[in-house]
């Protein structure tokens, strides 16, 4: 069965600050990963996707990830934070045919 | 700008009245999901859909919820009778397995039923 865990349900970050969000998955095979952001009112938002190669993947909005595979985590990254990046992070596993998400990590961004 | 798009955006109903949410998947997509998203249970997937064909619809509640394609360009996803605990928001999501695996969400439908 697959799953995922977001170990953090809400963090508070200075904007400016580093921003980091662990998510650990459980899957049966090599794992599609997945992170999205969802705004209040809105849908989600695809921010970046790890299938194979490179285990640091660089998405939009300034954010990446890595993939350790030792560790069955995919932790979301963003070196300097900025107020619009308040929102909910949701990581995901899986492929198109079945994803499973996390219970996602609401971030708040302080002045 | 290709969207999933979603339709109503909001709707409250009293309890025991049907309702239908609609859904027009990005052109060219062969895969549609259905998922729920409350702050109790979080994102639960209760359908998925390829080239129209229902393929797993095991999250759903059987007996008020049906979710069906009768077309490429739409999906739908009904529920009657409607109860209060149906409340939440509910989003479509489409993808094409032919050139990726991800999924790209609509903006929700918010039902509140009282």
């Known amino acids: 069965a697959q799953s995922v865990t977001q170990p953090d349900i809400h963090i508070t970050v200075s904007e400016g600050a580093s921003l980091e969000l662990r998510c650990n998955y459980s899957y049966g095979a090599t794992p599609y990963l997945f992170w999205y952001v969802q705004s209040p009112g809105q849908g989600l938002q695809l921010l970046l996707k790890?299938?194979?190669?490179?285990?640091l993947v660089q998405g939009i909005k300034g954010f990446e990830a890595e993939f350790k595979r030792s560790q069955s985590s995919f932790n979301l990254r963003k070196p300097s934070v900025h107020w619009s990046d308040a929102a909910e992070y949701f990581c995901?596993?899986?492929?198109?045919?079945?994803?499973?998400f996390g219970a996602g990590t609401t971030v708040t961004v302080r002045a | 700008d290709a969207r999933v798009t979603q339709t109503p955006r909001h709707k409250v109903t009293e309890m025991g009245q049907e309702v239908t949410m609609r859904c027009q998947p990005i052109l060219g997509h062969n895969t549609v999901f259905w998922y729920r998203q409350t702050m109790m249970q979080g994102l639960e997937l209760l359908a998925y859909f390829r080239n129209r064909a229902p393929l797993d619809d095991s999250g759903m509640p059987k007996d008020r919820f049906s979710a069906e394609m009768p077309d490429a360009t739409l999906a739908t996803l009904k529920i009657q009778p409607s109860e209060p605990r149906d409340s939440a928001v509910y989003f479509c999501?489409?993808?094409?397995?032919?050139?990726?695996?991800?999924?790209?969400f609509g903006q929700g439908t918010r039902l509140t039923v009282v």
């Open positions: 995901a596993v899986g492929a198109l045919r079945k994803l499973s």
């Open positions: 790890y299938f194979s190669g490179d285990t």
């Open positions: 999501a489409s993808g094409d397995r032919q050139t990726n695996t991800e999924a790209f």
